[in-house]
């Protein structure tokens, strides 16, 4: 009694203690304190000792139902905070969802975050209670915040009711035409759903899946192409207008979308192309089919040779950056696409991407492994010079060792199976046992696939048969028996030597080999084989019952050979099997008996027992594992399992004729391709009109280029200037003619101001006439790939791109191509500036960079230049502005066509300056024409694309008169990326779609810093970090000062001085994040020369690489 009254007495005082501790808690609440959780776990504690955990996980959750009930939006977030705790540890919180559900409506939004979180966890459990708050969720799918929108939708597709079917079917095309790409993705992901619970809705996900693939934002379009791939796989027709675009969004897309769009992008390729492979392609495998990017016969014999389809091509190029993705699924993808697509001798350039990934996590290592062993079967060539990376380490798991022996036997031949066979010798005394089996049988495998070597093997696997290790001897054992097949009469010794060991191989499969191998050359050992079998009949009951067979084989064997010494046996043992207990050994002592034993029944069956028994067997021949694997997709479930996994779709065999490939062009082409001849003659007057006359004065002089980014005036007054001279008909003839070289590459436009240097300018004036015939040729020629490249404005595809400015002193050409067009009014004007540009036009050679930056003050008002000095640009130097200006050409771009704006005009550019609103953003300046014969009003920016995008957009301008230009400022934040930022261009009565695609140079911003710095930096970034090529210069472009002109013509970077005269070096960082970008050029003796870039940014760097060597090459 007294005990269990001192135990309530305990009790009641840990009952008072947590009542005072829970008192505290809420006073410190209501005075907002946050007290420490150890409180909570020992208040947990002292309450709840002699109870169950349930009652103390009730009484928790009691506590977490006060406070989701309080007023104060501060203990409700506290709430859920640990209630998305519990659900991340894995237990169970449904009994708060009726206290939860309540908090749906909150006004604060890290609160009603959290309970989305919940919802989507418990809504399928709790359907009933979730219904009930449908109409909120309904609600807040209108709300402004995009993520709130989304969490809504997300919880709407996760009641699994089909009563609300219609509901969500609502919800997901309202949500498809949201203008947060977030929210648009997100309906990608309910399209799955919603197709899982109501399989008949496909017509119509059909619909809103066709118009989420026509979106432009990478975030919605992997998981648009998911959706396709769980609602109509099968709908190839859907993808041809946007396999282009999937094509070059690829590098910007979220990883896991990279992954599905590579997927199916490799089915399509299967269906759409036809097979760069040549018939018999895979025994030859040193045979170029063709190069890179030129046509050569796929076979001397046949008359038509193979030409790649530009979107094969696209699709190959365009994933190969991904090879050196961070994400090893990528990178599996991207080596399966080249796998099953690329011609066999660019197959090979996935290899070193997959011996990287070995060094992952085991699990990566498997699949890894898998895959390579596929390929080393049919590719050996491929994996040969990395075959120390398939070396067993000793903490390699088993199966990552049972791999590496499978992909080392495969790539085993004459040159390096003495180093293999080494490796094995060491492997064979390996504690682990399955491994030391596994090489033996590798072993096994070299020894009958390289003959030179066939003999080492068998005398290497004998002396293994007096090993310690019963399992060796054992795989040793079976693994002879198999090579004697090969070369039986030279090896009767080794069959004598494993007579001799029988009595001690105990497991089964060794001992059967071994009496095998008695019966097959038992007249090779007449002596021992009766002996053998001796032994066998005074233990055949207690055997295990392959043994039994092949006791029952041996005796028949030798009761044909040797009938004086084994009749007895013989009967003896048929006698024992007849009444074993397996009927397998009772059916062939039978058949045995009755085939050997000559009687009236059996017949003339007798006669050709000796031919059936003793017939020489063909040598088994030892495969690999994975030799059939290849019918399956690489990368996938089925190829990992080897059988076919549910959902698996098989890989479409290459079609004998490719289908038609004008599928894929994008019918908004096809009208500006038209125009392209007419675009530049029509829009070089519009640009030099002088829209403010009191301004000409200014214009005659020299403009800077950055007077545009000042007030609305200065920007108006310098619309014919530098800033706006993309007028210039020899400028942008020449830069057209530039483009035409290269318009055929997906980067054409980054580099059409690359002619457009000082040794160029000489040549303008004898060359305009040619200059002007190959126009219409480059506007074709951007244009086939208007789809494809980086850097053009979509809107205008690429004859836009393919106008250039010239240099820095074409302010005075500039109003030069006016005498030929309308605008009477001001015919004075023109004439005199046409004489003018005569005159700087023979003054080239002169002109220096000087005078550029001279009249630099008379443009801008003093306080836009102290605002200019004012700024806190880090690692930028003041002499980033005179390399700019002394440098001169801008690529000017198209962005709206005079046809299609209704008479609006709009062409901009890069004027390589820092941005005044924000040094993330990138400066671009947009000059506006009215080409049309009335005023235009209210010209200004409207919606925004995606609406995430960060763009500073210019005042509105409030009239534009007939004939009239003005050129206005803008910043964009591209946060580092070339994915286009689209716009809607307003003018009062109308709205056009516009777009800026930055080309990746203009992603940059100059640094300056001494040659050690950059050395310094520069081992900084090696390895991942570092992209190099080699490449072949033009003659043009030995001099350093012209590989200055032809780097900074792509890039806006710095020089930095170097001390050797074979080196160039130049820095820069990225606008947006401050990345350090360094870009080296080393010479040779020959024309060759080594291009080397160094940044974090791996994909900015590969595509700069590109467009430099594009440059550095064209002379």
Not at 826 to 851: I, M, R, T, Y
Request: aromatic residues 6%; negative net charge.
């Amino acid at each position: 009694m007294d005990c269990s009254s001192m135990d309530a007495g305990f009790s009641s005082l840990r009952s008072e203690a947590a009542g005072a501790m829970r008192t505290v808690l809420v006073s410190a609440e209501n005075l907002q304190l946050t007290l420490k959780p150890e409180l909570s776990q020992e208040e947990q504690s002292l309450t709840h000792t002699n109870s169950s955990p349930k009652d103390s996980h009730k009484a928790g959750n009691e506590d977490l139902k006060e406070m989701l009930e309080s007023s104060k939006e501060s203990l409700k977030l506290e709430a859920m905070k640990r209630i998305v705790g519990l659900i991340a540890k894995g237990k169970s919180a449904s009994e708060l969802f009726p206290a939860v559900v309540k908090n749906v409506a909150s006004k604060n939004i890290e609160l009603k975050k959290l309970v989305y979180v919940y919802l989507v966890r418990y809504a399928e459990e709790q359907q009933d209670l979730a219904l009930l708050s449908i109409s909120t969720f309904q609600r807040a799918l209108k709300d402004p915040n995009q993520f709130i929108r989304a969490s809504a939708l997300r919880v709407l597709s996760s009641i699994r009711v089909p009563i609300i079917v219609p509901i969500m079917m609502l919800a997901i095309k309202e949500a498809a035409a949201d203008l947060s790409p977030y929210v648009r993705k997100t309906s990608a992901h309910a399209i799955q759903k919603l197709y899982s619970l109501d399989p008949d809705q496909k017509e119509q996900l059909i619909e809103v899946i066709e118009k989420l693939l026509k979106d432009k934002s990478t975030l919605v379009a992997g998981s648009v192409v998911m959706a396709f791939e769980e609602v109509c796989p099968d709908r190839i027709d859907l993808i041809h207008k946007n396999y282009r675009k999937l094509c070059n969004l690829l590098v910007d897309v979220e990883e896991w979308g990279q992954v599905v769009i590579i997927s199916m992008l490799t089915r399509y390729a299967r269906t759409q192309f036809t097979s760069p492979w040549m018939e018999g392609a895979e025994f030859d495998e040193n045979k170029a089919f063709y190069d890179s990017d030129s046509e050569e016969k796929k076979d001397q014999t046949e008359a038509k040779p193979y030409v790649m389809d530009p979107d094969h091509r696209l699709l190959l190029r365009n994933t190969k950056p991904l090879l050196q993705s961070r994400n090893t699924a990528v990178v599996m993808a991207v080596a399966q696409l080249y796998w099953h697509l690329a011609p066999k001798h660019e197959v090979s350039i996935v290899t070193k991407s997959l011996v990287r990934l070995l060094r992952s996590h085991r699990e990566v290592q498997y699949i890894v492994l898998q895959n390579i062993a596929t390929m080393s079967i049919q590719r050996k060539g491929m994996f040969e010079p990395f075959i120390k990376s398939f070396y067993v380490r000793s903490t390699d798991a088993t199966h990552i060792k049972t791999l590496k022996l499978e992909i080392l036997t495969n790539l085993a031949n004459e040159a390096n199976i003495s180093t293999i066979l080494r490796e094995f010798q060491t492997y064979v005394k390996s504690q682990d046992k399955a491994f030391a089996a596994a090489t033996i049988q590798a072993i096994g495998r070299c020894a009958t696939n390289i003959s030179e070597v066939t003999d080492t093997c068998l005398n290497g696997l004998v002396l293994l048969l007096s090993n310690r290790d019963e399992a060796v001897v054992a795989e040793s054992i079976v693994v002879i028996k198999k090579l004697l097949q090969t070369q039986p009469t030279q090896h009767g010794d080794i069959i004598k030597h494993m007579a001799k060991l029988f009595d001690n191989v105990t497991v089964p499969m060794a001992r059967a080999s071994i009496l095998w191998l008695m019966g097959e050359y038992c007249e090779k050992v007449p002596k021992i084989a009766p002996d053998v079998l001796r032994k066998m009949a005074k233990t055949f009951t207690a055997e295990e019952d392959i043994v039994k067979l092949q006791t029952v084989n041996l005796a028949a064997k030798l009761y044909l050979t040797n009938s004086k010494q084994t009749k007895l046996l013989t009967q003896y043992i048929l006698n024992l099997g007849k009444y074993d207990q397996n009927y397998d050994i009772r059916d062939r002592t039978r058949f045995i008996r009755q085939l050997i034993v000559p009687n009236e029944k059996s017949g003339a069956l007798s006669k050709y027992a000796r031919r059936m028994l003793l017939a020489p067997k063909p040598a088994p021949v030892l495969e690999s594992a994975f030799k059939d694997r290849d019918r399956y997709q690489l990368g996938t479930l089925s190829h990992s399992l080897n059988l076919k996994a549910t959902g698996y779709q098989e890989l479409p065999d290459w079609p004998a004729v490719a289908p038609d490939q004008s599928v894929r062009n994008v019918e908004i082409v096809e009208p500006l391709r038209e125009w392209a001849p007419i675009v530049g003659k029509t829009k070089q007057p519009k640009s030099d009109d002088k829209f403010y006359s009191d301004d000409e004065d200014e214009k005659e002089e020299e403009g800077s280029d950055s007077s545009g980014s000042g007030s609305e005036d200065s920007s108006s007054s310098s619309s014919s200037e530098e800033s706006g001279s993309e007028s210039e008909e020899e400028s942008s003839e020449d830069s057209e003619k530039t483009s035409s070289d290269s318009g055929k590459s997906s980067s054409g436009s980054e580099k059409s101001s690359s002619e457009s240097e000082s040794d160029q300018k000489k040549k303008k004036k004898t060359k305009k006439a040619q200059q002007k015939k190959s126009k219409p040729t480059a506007d074709s020629d951007s244009d086939e790939n208007g789809n494809g490249p980086v850097g053009q404005a979509s809107s205008s595809s690429s004859e836009s791109s393919s106008d250039s400015e010239s240099d820095s002193e074409s302010d005075s050409e500039s109003d030069s191509p006016a005498p030929k067009k309308k605008t009477e009014v001001k015919a004075k004007p023109k004439v005199a500036v046409n004489s003018k540009k005569e005159v700087s036009l023979l003054d080239l050679d002169d002109f220096s960079p000087a005078p550029t930056n001279a009249p630099k003050p008379s443009v801008l008002s003093q306080s836009l230049l102290s605002d200019l000095e004012g700024l806190s640009l880090s690692n930028i130097s003041s002499a980033v502005q005179v390399t700019t200006s002394s440098f001169g050409p801008l690529k000017t771009y198209e962005l709206l066509h005079h046809m299609t704006g209704k008479g609006l005009s709009a062409k901009y550019h890069f004027p390589r300056q820092p941005c005044l609103y924000q040094p993330s953003m990138v400066a671009v300046q947009v000059i506006l024409t009215n080409s049309s014969d009335h005023a235009l009003e209210e010209i200004h920016i409207g919606d925004q694309s995606p609406a995430s995008l960060n763009i500073h957009c210019f005042n509105t301008i409030e009239r534009l008169e007939p004939g009239a230009s003005v050129t206005v400022s803008m910043g964009i934040d591209f946060s580092d990326s070339t994915q286009a930022a689209n716009f809607q261009l307003c003018t009062k009565e109308d709205q056009f779609s516009v777009s800026i695609q930055p080309a990746v140079g203009e992603l940059l911003m100059p640094s300056t810093m001494t040659e050690q710095d950059f050395c310094k930096e520069q081992g900084k970034l090696q390895g991942m970090n570092e992209t190099s090529a080699t490449i072949t210069m033009a003659t043009a472009n030995a001099s350093r000062q012209a590989i200055n002109k032809q780097v900074l013509s792509v890039a806006n970077v710095g020089e930095v001085p170097s001390s050797q005269n074979n080196f160039s070096r130049f820095g820069g960082r990225t606008v947006s994040s401050r990345a350090l970008v360094l870009v080296s050029l080393e010479l040779s003796e020959s024309s060759g020369a080594l291009l080397t870039i160094n940044t974090e940014k791996s994909v900015m760097a590969s595509m700069l690489l590109r467009d430099l060597k594009q440059a550095l090459a064209q002379a």
